[in-house]
């Protein structure tokens, strides 16, 4: 791994491997990688970077540590924010941002991912957790809401009856619980994490980058209530612009050969 370039983050790390695969490292392990105005001001100025890369073809989010993936807000910073802080929508903007990424993500999590979190692992396209992993939206117990999405994301994933639980009640449930309510995609021990995550993103690497980035974007297009209309227009589009990609003629013509190359002689 290589970081992209020397950026000096305090709250992040980024870096990315040979094959365009990016790593976002929430890095503020003392305080179990609370989110913070400076960490989203981070967050944003990274993600910038990546969006610009033509090189990136995916992105993992995990964290430094080893105990919290994101332990939700930094509860002293949240203390004093007001109504006005609210409507600036500081995490929502950023964690809106997180799920229109262009290319597949996923969050690798060990240890605690609650609050925003929780919101934060919901953007992304998969989640890997790590045995110690536990998930909750505990905002309600300190007299606010999941504000950042979770309210959407959640009940997309597991369902209306398990959002509804998690969400009033502020439960707080293991890895497995979360796979089996699908809000996780696998389950691994610990050190795996990054293993599962890079094992996960290996079949979608092979395939045509821009077609799997067209692919996101429609299928988001749908996710925010598009109306059929609108998403036959935008498939129309979308394909056509794949169908004079220089990707798609070789990927065709090495299908053919390979095919020809099978046809027994007679």
């Known amino acids: ?23 976002m490292v929430i890095n503020r392990p003392e305080v179990h990688n609370a ?17 610009a890369d033509e090189s990136c073809r995916a992105l993992i989010l995990t964290s430094a540590g080893g105990k919290a993936f994101m332990s939700g807000a930094d509860i002293a910073e949240m203390r004093e924010r007001r109504r006005a802080d609210a409507l600036q929508g500081i995490n929502s903007t950023l964690f809106a941002r997180f799920e229109a990424f262009p290319h597949p993500t996923v969050a690798a999590v060990v240890g605690w991912c609650l609050g ?31 504000a950042a999405g979770a309210t959407r994301r959640l009940p997309a994933l597991v369902g209306l009856r398990h959002a509804r639980r998690l969400l009033f009640s502020g439960a707080i449930i293991d890895a497995q619980e979360a796979a089996d309510i699908g809000l ?17 993103l290996a079949p979608i690497l092979k395939q045509a980058p821009a077609a799997v980035k067209a692919t996101k974007a429609t299928l988001l297009a749908w996710v925010h209530g598009a109306d059929e209309s609108t998403l036959r227009r935008l498939d129309d589009e979308t394909q056509a612009e794949l169908f004079e990609h220089p990707d798609k003629f070789a ?16």
Not at 9 to 18: A, F, L, M, Q, S
Not at 35 to 51: D, K
Not at 185 to 194: F, Q
Not at 253 to 258: K, S, V, Y
């Open 116 to 146: 925003g979190g929780c919101e934060l692992s919901l953007t992304c396209d998969f989640r890997v957790a790590g045995a110690s992993a536990r998930f909750g939206q505990p905002e309600v117990g300190l007299g606010i809401m999941a």
């Open 184 to 200: 996780v995609d696998r389950v691994v021990d610990d050190e795996e994490v990054m293993a599962a995550a890079a094992d996960l």
């Open 251 to 266: 990927r065709m013509d090495a299908f053919l050969a390979r095919r020809a190359a099978k046809k027994p002689r007679t």
């Open 35 to 51: 989110i913070s105005r400076q960490m989203v001001e981070e967050m944003h100025h990274a993600l910038g970077q990546l969006e």
């Open 1 to 23: 791994m290589s970081t992209l370039e020397p950026v000096p983050y305090e709250t992040i790390r980024v870096e990315r491997d040979t094959d365009g695969v990016a790593v």
